[in-house]
């Protein structure tokens, strides 16, 4: 008889964790990293533009220094991965092929998922998908997975932090990742 397998709580696997909030849209993927406070920063709903796509609170001091990027997800090589996801509109399915890893991402509900990368590519190869038909535009809901070294995280994260944290943007919103260019039939 074999001895029962251990599994780890979510308190122990996610000791020490990147934790961030990823916000699902028609058509992208909103990620939101706590800055050097380690804070996230409040965010409404009534304060979603087209400047501040997850609604982040300018007038919140713990949001001045928090990150925001658009279809792109960094995390750390060897450290757990905390990601709670939710949607702005429809349902969608946040999809890392690479690490297993799938959950849906609902209106209104907070849904944690975790996770710890074990191969290192910083290079962006690596796909997130959505894999919920979610519209017309679900072809292009895509982004990528970077994941870096500690060295290269602590890097990337002091150089994506907002470069004035007093001003009320404190991080301008990265462009949208363009459409797919569309193909002609030759036949017509």
């Known amino acids: 008889m074999r001895p029962a397998r251990q599994q780890a709580s979510p308190q122990e696997s996610t000791q020490n964790a990147l934790e961030v909030h990823l916000i699902g849209e028609q058509f992208a993927w909103n990620i939101q990293y ?38 792109q997800l960094h995390v750390e090589l060897n450290r757990p991965v905390l990601v709670r996801i939710s949607s702005k509109d429809v349902i969608h399915s946040f999809f890392l092929p690479v690490m297993r890893v799938k959950q849906d991402a609902i209106p209104g509900m907070d849904v944690p998922i975790h996770f710890t990368p074990v191969k290192a590519d910083a ?66």
């Open 123 to 188: 290079t962006g190869d690596w796909e997130i998908a959505c894999a919920q038909l979610c519209g017309l535009g679900h072809y292009r809901m895509r982004g990528q997975l970077f994941v870096h070294p500690h060295d290269d995280f602590v890097s990337w994260a002091a150089k994506s932090a907002p470069e004035n944290p007093a001003t009320p943007a404190a991080n301008p919103v990265p462009e949208a990742t363009p459409a797919q260019p569309t193909t002609t039939n030759p036949a017509s």
């Open 34 to 71: 706590p800055g050097k406070d380690n804070v996230f920063g409040k965010r409404n709903v009534k304060l979603v533009t087209s400047t501040n796509p997850i609604g982040l609170d300018p007038d919140d001091p713990a949001g001045k220094d928090d990150i925001v990027t658009l279809n």
